[in-house]
C-alpha cells in the first residue's frame, strides 16, 4: 500500500449476496453492521492513498472471514460434504482476470485469485489449484462451520431432497425443509485515487451441488473490469452465466452507456429471463450501482462522503448511489 493523498476521490461498493430475505442473517441490523463495520475498513485504506487492489484483496478476506457470508470460513458444502471454494479478480487496468475454482482447505480464495494475477496459468481449478496452494504455502485451513456441517446432515437425513443450497441470502435453521433456502457470495469493487478499478468475487458455491460444477464467481460473467468499469455478480451462478452478466454490463458502458443505464438494461433483461441474482458495479466517472431481480441484495457502499446500502430496497429495482 502507498501512503498517499489519492487524487480523486475513492469509491467502493461491497456486497455479501443475494436473496429472498435478510431474516436467516440475523435481520437487516446485523446484516448492515456486519457490512458497514467492513466498508469502513476498506474505505480508510482507499482514503489513504491504497489501491483498489489493495482494497478489494482486503474486503474480499475480511467478508471470506465472516460465516454470515458463504465464501471462506462459512462455505456451504457440496453433495459429498466437502468444501470446495472459487474467487477470482480482475484488475481493470491491466484488463487481467485470475481465478481459483474448487479450490480446497485454505482460508482465503482471493488470496489466491490475487497470487495467480501474475502467472502465466492465471485460472486454476481442483488438482491445479491445490498444487499451487502447496507451492504458494498457504496454510491448511478448515472453513467449515457447525451451521453448514448440520445444515448438510439435515439433507442428507431428508435424503438429500434438497438438490441445492441455492446462493442466495436466505438461511433457513438447519431443521428447515425450505428447499429455497440458500446462501451467498461476496464481492468488492473499488475505484482508487488513481482512478483504477478493480473487482473481486469469492464463493463457497450454491451448496449441494455436484462434484466439478464451475461458479459464476471465477468467471468473467460473474466478475470482470475494464479501465471503464468493474462489477461483482452474486445469486444463481448458471443464471449469472446465461445473462453473462458482469462482461455485459461493462461492455455496454464501454460502448456508451452510462453505468446506470447499462445496469438497469441488464437487470430488465434478467427479469425477463426469470434470473436469480443481483450485482454491484462502480464506474471510472466514479458511479456507484447496484441492481438485483431476487428480493434483496446485500450491498452496501461509500462514495467519500457518504454512505448506504441497499438492504431495504424495494424488490427487483435498482439505484444510482452517485
Ligand atoms: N454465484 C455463486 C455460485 O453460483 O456459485
Known amino acids: 500500500m502507498t501512503a498517499q493523498t489519492p487524487k480523486l476521490t475513492p469509491k467502493l461498493i461491497i456486497h455479501g449476496g443475494a436473496g429472498s430475505s435478510l431474516q436467516g442473517k440475523g435481520g437487516v441490523a446485523t446484516v448492515r453492521t456486519a457490512l458497514y463495520a467492513i466498508l469502513d475498513e476498506v474505505y480508510a485504506l482507499l482514503a ?22 458463504n465464501a471462506g470460513v462459512g462455505s456451504v458444502l457440496q453433495s459429498d460434504g466437502q468444501i470446495r471454494m472459487s474467487a477470482s479478480l480482475m484488475d481493470g487496468t491491466a484488463q487481467r482476470f485470475s481465478g481459483a475454482i474448487n479450490v480446497m482447505r485454505i482460508e482465503h480464495p482471493i488470496e489466491m485469485a490475487a497470487k495467480l494475477q501474475s502467472e502465466r496459468d492465471r485460472v486454476l481449478s481442483d488438482e491445479g489449484a491445490a498444487n ?3 507451492e504458494l504455502a498457504l496454510p491448511v485451513f478448515n472453513p467449515l462451520t457447525d451451521k453448514r456441517l448440520n445444515e448438510w446432515l439435515q439433507d442428507r437425513q431428508n435424503d438429500f431432497e434438497r438438490t441445492m443450497a441455492n446462493v442466495v441470502a436466505e438461511e433457513q435453521p438447519a ?11 461476496i464481492g468488492v469493487v473499488a475505484l482508487d485515487g488513481n482512478g483504477e478499478i478493480v473487482a473481486g468475487t469469492s464463493t463457497g458455491g450454491k451448496g449441494f451441488e455436484r462434484i466439478g460444477r464451475v461458479s459464476d464467481s471465477a468467471m468473467p460473467a460473474g466478475n470482470y473490469a475494464t479501465k471503464v ?3 461483482s455478480c452474486t445469486g444463481i451462478g448458471e443464471d449469472i452465466i446465461d445473462e453473462c ?14 453505468l446506470a443505464a447499462a445496469m438497469e438494461k441488464s437487470i430488465a433483461e434478467s427479469t425477463a429471463n426469470k ?28 462514495d467519500g462522503t ?13 439505484s444510482v448511489a452517485v
Do not use: Q
Open 48 to 69: 489513504e492513498g491504497g489501491s483498489a487492489k489493495d482494497a478489494v484483496i482486503l474486503g474480499c478476506r475480511l467478508l471470506e472471514s465472516n460465516p454470515l457470508f
Open 132 to 134: 499451487f496452494a502447496r
Open 175 to 185: 431443521s428447515s425443509d425450505d428447499p429455497e433456502a440458500g446462501r451467498g457470495t
Open 229 to 231: 468499469a468493474g462489477i
Open 245 to 258: 452478466f458482469a462482461a455485459k454490463v461493462v461492455i455496454r458502458v464501454t460502448d456508451g452507456m452510462t
Open 275 to 302: 434470473r436469480d441474482l443481483g450485482a454491484i458495479a462502480i464506474d471510472a466517472t466514479g458511479s456507484i450501482c447496484w441492481g438485483k431481480t431476487s428480493e434483496v441484495v446485500l450491498a452496501a457502499y461509500h
Open 306 to 318: 457518504t454512505k448506504g446500502d441497499s438492504l431495504e430496497a424495494e424488490p427487483v429495482s435498482m
